[in-house]
Nanobody, 117 residues
């Protein structure tokens, strides 16, 4: 069983930066694909970025060149560095851990990111 706790959200002006963290419990963190999703009011949850156990990364087109996902397996933590933030990045950001092999599909509680214009 893996539990996820996000932190690092907040209010920032357009053009600013934030770094989200997701701390995971459990021994299989290093074997899981970790994803960052976001959900804005009235919109569906969407994938922002993901990183596999082998550190292969994937990004939504809307954040490419601005966001960077990384992981520290020694600390069971995944990060999302967000630069050049835009008002349209405003959303609740969720951390997700998945592994088909280990039947893992776990969400964090979410952290609010608000970007003012």
């Amino acid at each position: 069983q893996v539990q996820l706790v996000e932190s690092g959200g907040g209010l920032v002006q357009a053009g600013g930066s934030l770094r989200l963290s997701c701390a995971a419990s459990g021994s299989i963190f290093s074997l899981a694909t970790m994803g960052w999703y976001r959900q804005a009011p009235g919109k569906q949850r969407e994938l922002v970025a993901s990183i596999t156990s082998g550190s292969n990364t994937n990004y939504a087109d809307s954040v490419k060149g601005r966001f960077t996902v990384s992981r520290d397996n020694a600390k069971n933590t995944v990060f999302l560095q967000m630069n050049s933030l835009k008002p349209e990045d405003t959303a609740v950001y969720y951390c997700h851990a998945s592994s088909i092999l280990y039947r893992l599909d776990t969400w964090g509680q979410g952290t609010q990111v608000t970007v003012s214009s």
